[in-house]
């Protein structure tokens, strides 16, 4: 891998997000444009699209935490009506 040491942006649409960004956070834009990228690489999975066995578990935990709290927020019969199949299929049992 070539080692990156200046950044020249080119595109005027990238230079006026960078800019925008900077502006909103109150960062320089070397440093909004380093937080963007970082935040993004932080999102993908490290290579070849598979997660590290520690992200992907941190990943996972994430969506439990987030359904837990969505479930919690539910009535009882709404959280019954999560397992209710019944409006997918009609009377014979056919995808409706």
């Known amino acids: 891998m070539n080692k990156i040491t200046r950044l020249v942006i080119e595109d005027e649409e990238a230079a006026r997000l960078a800019e925008e960004l900077a502006a909103r956070t109150g960062m320089s834009v070397a440093d909004a444009v380093k937080s963007s990228l970082k935040e993004r690489l932080e999102r993908m999975p490290a290579a070849k699209g598979r997660w590290s066995p ?3 578990e941190a990943r996972l ?3 439990r ?3 837990e709290r969505f ?3 539910l009535t009882p019969e709404q959280l019954a009506s ?3 199949e019944s409006w997918l299929y009609d009377e ?3 995808p409706r």
């Open 71 to 73: 479930k919690a927020g």
């Open 92 to 94: 014979d049992g056919a």
């Open 61 to 63: 935990q994430r969506v």
């Open 65 to 67: 935490e987030i359904s």
């Open 82 to 84: 999560l397992h209710d």
């Open 54 to 56: 520690e992200e992907r």
